[in-house]
């Protein structure tokens, strides 16, 4: 099958439930999208409200789900906090833990040893058992006094998290529920990670039934930023056409796959308006800012901008055409070429952000 750069976009949008804003809740639009980043909390509540007809940024459904245990927040795609929906978290952090990218001695030079993580590892099982939740400063306490090494009091502190995210990709630990203004860490509900072969089977068709068609080294670099070993992340895709889960198409002339069960809606590729997404939207995240057929490689800066920071975005069709904010109850907006027609975006984000926010103009 040939398709083209817009077929792939549209496909996304409909997928992603951004074009019809038809996403039903928080669980179901974190499994589709297989996470939402949510290292800046409002944004990640966006994310998910702008995906359902209804849905405001406030109106408190994440932590409802955080709360009854259908979603866990915790490190995952590319060692940044996400949303997941927690049936489907331990299938997509074995995959994480299976690159033990800890094991690297420039990270272990950096960060701590492999005898450091090793006591970490049971340190952490301990100290949270029962059901405890701990606060960053009662964790770090518990486990240097478990471990006995104060070497690792300061990489613990570490708002970052470094050291913390291996034991995340484990299964070990996860974010608990806020106290106060300050984070808390427990253990997750699930008894362990299935194996990291038979979790690919289930998270590369996954990623692809939202974000693609895509090359192997797109999910790799969604997931890991190409930290997957490369023999084994092809043969996972190996196997996946071999049973005729996934196929392989052109898009304007590439090489990537698709589930075989969605070709035919790759085919049917109705245009898709003008759209706003706030900052740090997964439409973005998973075809990454690099991808010229999502932003134009002259605008990347625009989009992907200092410490990290990705800018709320206005997509034509699926394409980044600018970028907007929303200043004084008004839509500003900076197009990269010519004006931008968002009047209807307007209420929209109106409703998502609970306030009346007049179009530019």
Do not use: N
Not at 205 to 216: K, N, R
Not at 236 to 243: H, I, M, P, S, T
Not at 328 to 335: E, G, Q, Y
């Amino acid at each position: 099958m040939r398709l083209a750069a817009e077929q792939v976009r549209r496909f996304r949008l409909r997928r992603q439930h951004i074009a019809a804003h038809d996403g039903t809740d928080p669980v179901a639009v974190a499994r589709r999208l297989l996470g939402v980043q949510a290292q800046v909390p409002s944004a990640a509540a966006q994310a998910v409200a702008v995906r359902t007809p209804e849905g405001t940024a406030d109106d408190g459904t994440v932590e409802a789900a955080l709360t009854a245990g259908t979603l866990v927040r915790t490190w995952a795609a590319r060692g940044t906090l996400h949303l997941l929906a927690t049936d489907q978290a331990p299938s997509l952090l074995a995959l994480l833990a299976a690159a033990r990218s800890w094991d690297k001695g420039s990270w272990q030079r950096e960060f701590a040893t492999a005898a450091q993580m090793t006591a970490l590892e049971a340190a952490v099982v301990d100290v949270l058992a029962d059901g405890a939740v701990l606060t960053r400063e009662e964790l770090t306490a518990a486990l240097v006094a478990h471990s006995g090494d104060e070497g690792l009091a300061e990489a613990l502190r570490s708002g970052w998290g470094t050291v913390l995210k291996p034991l995340a990709w484990q299964g070990l630990i996860c974010h608990g529920p806020p106290a106060g203004a300050r984070v808390t860490f427990t253990r997750p509900g699930w008894p362990g990670l299935p194996d990291a072969d038979e979790a690919a089977r289930t998270i590369v068709p996954a990623f692809l039934a939202a974000h693609g068609p895509a090359t192997p080294t797109a999910v790799d670099a969604w997931l890991l930023r190409g930290m997957t070993p490369k023999a084994r992340l092809r043969r996972w895709f190996a196997d996946l056409v071999a049973d005729g889960t996934l196929t392989e198409v052109t898009v304007d002339g590439e090489a990537r796959y698709a589930r075989t069960e969605d070709l035919d809606d790759l085919e049917v590729a109705p245009p898709v308006g003008t759209r706003l997404l706030g900052p740090f939207d997964p439409y973005v995240l998973g075809a990454g800012t690099a991808d010229p057929d999502l932003v134009p490689a002259d605008r990347r800066k625009d989009v992907s901008r200092a410490a990290g920071w990705i800018a709320p975005v206005v997509v034509d069709d699926g394409r980044v055409v600018g970028t907007w904010s929303a200043e004084d109850d008004r839509l500003a907006v900076t197009p990269f070429d010519g004006p931008v027609d968002v009047g209807s975006e307007a209420e929209t984000w109106s409703r998502v952000l609970g306030r009346p926010l007049t179009p530019p103009g």
